[in-house]
Every structure is written in structure tokens, then in C-alpha cells.
């Protein structure tokens, strides 16, 4: 066996390190709403960020899980009644009232909302601004969702952010600015409503830096659901 020298090692090393960078830093893409065509309803409009699998539907039932931004423009909207579970964060608007068969709920702008997407509801504007909210679709019990909101209260707050094996992560930005990056990867810089897909295996460490007071992200971690 050849032994290798200080100078192969170091060589070797950095190589190894350069890899795991470049690696790293081809898991970030960093994904902009303008670049997304829009669906269009009877409230508004959605941007579908990510679906799974790739060209499948909520609409015919044909996806597993699906990412959204929704833009609520109309007073008053129906949203239909699909086979899945949700999560609802409003980012923009004062929020909405949705109201269904045994269920009625008011959503208000920072807040997480699960519930049932079985059921028609319907939906009423809280005031006059237009409503933003991140939508996420999902089979429960083939997911067990995790959603948490990260607000940076100093320019370059850091954040460091935790999974379970097998989870999918999927980070938004929902106001300001900020980077994300991986290990020692350079970061992204990710503006309102960006968003960032990460598959597993994740590199252990995965941080958000808000880079303006008061950026906000939501952080949606889509596991399997444990029998």
C-alpha cells in the first residue's frame, strides 16, 4: 500500500472537501415566484412550488403532497373540497374567515392552521388588502408534517434548522430577506417568497440567516408518518 505523504494528503483532503462543497451547494436551487406560471380559481391565483411526484395533481388526486402560494384577490372564494389534509400560513392580508360543514375557522397573518380539505369551505377576505398565504397539501397518513416560523429580529440572525431522517424540507421566504446555506457552502440569497426544495439525506447543518429585521420564513418538514 502506498502511504501517503503530508503533501497527498492535504491534496486529498481538499478535494474530498471541495466535492462535499460543490455538492452541497448543488442541493440549493433557488426557486422565484415570478418564475412560476399561475393557476387561476375563483379567489384568485396559485403558484404551485412543488409537487409530488413531479406532473401530478390535487385536482385528480394524483399527487402526494403539494407546496403552494396562493394570492386571494376576490371578497369571497369557495374552496373546494380535495382528498387531503392542510396547513395554511397567512403571510400577507389581515387573514380570512373559512367556514364548513362543522368547522369554522378564522386565519390570521402569522399563525399555522391544520385542517381537513375534505370538505368544501368557504371563504371570506378579512378586510380590503389582498391575502397571500403558503399552502400545504398532504396525504396524512403517508406524511407527518412539521411547520415552524422563523422571524429575525436583528439583521443576521441566524437559525439553525433540525430533521428527522427521511424528511423532506421546504423553506420559504415569506418577508424581508435572507440566505440559506449548507455546511460551509456559499449561501443563497432568497428574497419575498422564494423558496428552497431540500431532498434526504440532508447535510447536518442547515441554517437561515434573516439579512433585514423582521424577515420571516416558514420551514414546512415533510416526514413519514410513523405507525
Known amino acids: 500500500?502506498?502511504?501517503l505523504s503530508d503533501d497527498e494528503w492535504e491534496t486529498t483532503m481538499m478535494r474530498f472537501f471541495l466535492k462535499i462543497t460543490a455538492f452541497s451547494s448543488s442541493l440549493l436551487v433557488v426557486k422565484s415566484l415570478v418564475s412560476i406560471?399561475?393557476?387561476?380559481?375563483?379567489?384568485?391565483?396559485t403558484y404551485t412550488l412543488?409537487?409530488?411526484?413531479?406532473?401530478?395533481?390535487?385536482?385528480?388526486?394524483?399527487?402526494s403532497w403539494r407546496v403552494s402560494v396562493a394570492r386571494l384577490e376576490?371578497?369571497?372564494?369557495?374552496?373546494k373540497g380535495r382528498p387531503y389534509d392542510r396547513m395554511t400560513v397567512v403571510a400577507q392580508g389581515v387573514g380570512f374567515l373559512v367556514i364548513g360543514k362543522g368547522f369554522d375557522q378564522t386565519m390570521t397573518r402569522w399563525h399555522i392552521y391544520y385542517y381537513s380539505g375534505a370538505r368544501e369551505l368557504k371563504c371570506t377576505r378579512l378586510g380590503t388588502l389582498l391575502c397571500t398565504d403558503v399552502n400545504?397539501?398532504?396525504?396524512?397518513?403517508?406524511h407527518d408534517?412539521?411547520?415552524?416560523?422563523?422571524?429575525?429580529?436583528?439583521v443576521e440572525e441566524r437559525f439553525a434548522l433540525d430533521y428527522r431522517p427521511n424528511e423532506i424540507m421546504i423553506v420559504?421566504?415569506?418577508?424581508?430577506?435572507g440566505?440559506?446555506?449548507?455546511?460551509?457552502?456559499?449561501?443563497?440569497l432568497m428574497f419575498e417568497y422564494d423558496s428552497v426544495k431540500l431532498d434526504p439525506p440532508l447535510p447536518s447543518d442547515i441554517a437561515l440567516k434573516g439579512m433585514s429585521p423582521g424577515s420571516r420564513f416558514v420551514v414546512i418538514r415533510l416526514g413519514p408518518t410513523v405507525s
Request: a positive charge.
Open 136 to 142: 400545504l397539501f398532504y396525504q396524512i397518513k403517508v
Open 179 to 188: 440566505t440559506i446555506a449548507l455546511g460551509t457552502s456559499d449561501p443563497k
Open 74 to 79: 376576490a371578497a369571497e372564494s369557495v374552496f
Open 37 to 45: 406560471e399561475p393557476t387561476y380559481w375563483d379567489g384568485g391565483r
Open 145 to 154: 408534517p412539521r411547520t415552524h416560523l422563523y422571524k429575525a429580529m436583528r
Open 50 to 63: 412543488y409537487v409530488s411526484p413531479d406532473g401530478s395533481s390535487i385536482e385528480n388526486g394524483s399527487a
Open 172 to 177: 420559504v421566504c415569506l418577508e424581508g430577506r
Open 1 to 3: 500500500l502506498h502511504k
